[in-house]
């Protein structure tokens, strides 16, 4: 390759690079930028999502806590019959109403989650439309709390 094939090559190189550049220039200032309003907005829906989540865990901590301690007690207690047939019977209800309690305490907490995002998802909306694209966190995450 000679002097004047590389020469060229490196205008066209340099043409690009700074094309690019400058179009991520304009991205940063221009359409991708948001206002201090929009981002203390955002900040504000941030804080309202995370306090209604952690209310919900702070019922259903105590619920899931206190339905395990009921079935501690409840299945000791069985296990103090010496018929096995009312044994059986016993120990049946209670893994029935340990259920039971464990998922509505769940229920509870799932929907406390779910109302957090979508109140979370609509105010981030009314703060600007474009700011929704910026965070890709969401409910499915949450949920394995």
Request: proline content about 1%; aromatic content about 6%.
């Amino acid at each position: 390759m000679n002097t004047f094939n590389k020469f060229v090559i490196g205008i066209m190189i340099t043409t690009l690079m700074g094309g690019a550049y400058s179009a991520l220039a304009k991205e940063k200032k221009g359409k991708g930028a948001l206002d201090t309003a929009t981002l203390l907005c955002v900040q504000k829906a941030i804080d309202n999502r995370d306090n209604a989540i952690l209310m919900g865990l702070d019922v259903y901590y105590p619920a899931a806590k206190t339905a395990l301690q009921t079935r501690q007690a409840a299945l000791k207690n069985a296990w103090t019959q010496t018929d096995q047939k009312i044994r059986k019977d016993v120990i049946k209800t209670i893994w029935k109403s340990y259920k039971n309690s464990a998922k509505s305490a769940r229920t509870a907490m799932k929907g406390a989650q779910k109302v957090a995002w979508k109140k979370f998802e609509a105010d981030r909306k009314v703060c600007n439309p474009k700011a929704a694209g910026d965070d890709n966190g969401s409910l499915g995450i949450d949920s394995q709390l």
